[in-house]
């Protein structure tokens, strides 16, 4: 079969398409013929080597996490799906292996794929959807009515939180480029905020919970702008991966500067968690029921076709992406497929919307006209 595969680890090394040995579906695995993959972060540090450490096997390394696909064959021991099933999955993260024509998975880590979303659509969401789940509902607990910062709300993982928020009956504010303030607005958050004109933690202070998907500084100005009894989840590289490991001065700061955020945190009676996201059947499944009932959207930008996987993860590491990067695997599915409404072709294009009058603050932050988040909490819960 044909996969991406990376040529060399470190920052110099490159994805190429080339034959490797097709896998086989082990006991109470399933063997998927893949017919999209998203692209995330996690492919570009399998690619600089990031997750050597803990890969057990010596083959090829090949990138991908997150799919969609068609079983193409069932495993010793497996009972839930069946040859012919539409399934949507992700691999470990130290493991990768998805952008391939075939991968093998164990059974529980699959479910079925939304009807209403194209494999493409379906392909991007295993992970930034899990990712948003378990951060907003399981680390920070968040509810009606409360406030909630989301951080880089354009891409991927801030997208899927910010429509997640605002089914979970939360007050949606979203930190993010000029060119993505409407854009934002239209994803349902309350109020925009263009990171490079204003202060966010002034701007959107009293905060009952931050996502932080940004590490550094903003970790530290998050926990200011969050409330005593607050929750700060970083899923940032910065915090939650061992394999990020600076040297020399940047070790130093690092140190220093995780030592003043878990102060800072203690003094404002702020919680700070990091969160790592993990392989989660039930989570996938809470958050594909939503996309099937259309409470969420797929936000897919672009969509790359297999030999140009390389250039898919090249982009996805710029971190000025909208939405999400999808390589179709099989090329039928990437000419029958078109980005999702609301998205550009064009990730880098301006976006405005026009569905919808906004008033535009002095700071830089937008909002709807006559949504005052002062009376939010007065309102009666979505």
């Known amino acids: ?22 896998p086989v579906a082990g006991d109470g695995q399933v063997l998927v013929r893949v017919m ?5 972060p996690a492919d570009w540090q399998v690619a600089a080597g990031w997750m050597d450490g803990a890969r057990s096997s010596q083959g090829p390394v090949i990138v991908g996490h997150e799919f969609s696909g068609i079983v193409e064959h069932v495993g010793p021991g497996c009972s839930d799906v069946s040859e012919g099933d539409a399934v949507i999955g992700r691999t470990d993260s130290e493991v990768a292996g998805a952008l391939a024509e075939y991968v093998a998975v164990d059974e529980s880590t699959l479910v079925g794929k939304p009807a ?3 494999h493409i659509e379906a392909s991007s969401i295993a992970m930034t959807g899990v990712t948003a789940w378990q951060a907003l509902v399981e680390a920070a607990g968040l509810g009606k009515r409360q406030k909630v910062l989301v951080h880089a709300g354009a891409g991927g993982v801030g997208a ?29 958050a309350h109020r925009s905020i263009d990171y490079s004109r204003g202060r966010f933690e002034e701007i959107a202070s009293e905060r009952d919970v931050v996502l932080d998907s940004i590490g550094g500084r903003v970790t530290l100005r998050s926990i200011q702008a969050t409330r005593e009894g607050g929750t700060v989840v970083s899923i940032a590289d910065q915090w939650t991966h061992p394999e990020y490991v600076p040297t020399g001065l940047d070790a130093m700061a690092q140190a220093w500067l995780r030592w003043r955020c ?3 945190a203690r003094r404002r009676g702020v919680r700070w968690l990091c969160l790592r996201t993990r392989t989660d059947a039930r989570a996938l499944r809470a958050v594909a ?7 969420l959207r797929p936000q897919v930008s672009r ?3 297999f030999e140009e996987a390389g250039d898919a993860i090249a982009m996805s590491r710029g971190l000025r992406v909208r939405g999400k990067l999808v390589v179709a695997v099989d090329r039928k599915v990437g000419r029958d497929a078109s980005p999702s409404e609301g998205v550009l072709w064009d990730s880098q294009a301006s976006y405005r919307s026009v569905s919808s009058k906004r008033e535009q603050d002095e700071d830089g932050a937008l909002r709807p006209n006559g949504d005052e988040e002062a009376t939010w909490s007065d309102r009666p819960a979505r």
């Open 289 to 295: 029921d939503l996309y099937e009932s259309g409470v």
């Open 303 to 305: 969509i790359f076709e």
């Open 262 to 264: 878990q102060r800072l």
């Open 1 to 22: 079969m044909r996969a991406a595969v990376r040529s060399c680890s470190g920052e110099q090394s490159s994805i190429r398409i080339k034959e490797v040995a097709q």
């Open 36 to 40: 999209a993959v998203g692209v995330n």
């Open 116 to 118: 209403r979303l194209d």
């Open 160 to 188: 899927t939180a910010i429509q997640l928020a605002r089914h979970l009956g939360a007050y949606v504010s979203s930190t993010c480029s000029d060119r993505n303030l409407y854009y934002v607005l239209d994803l349902g």
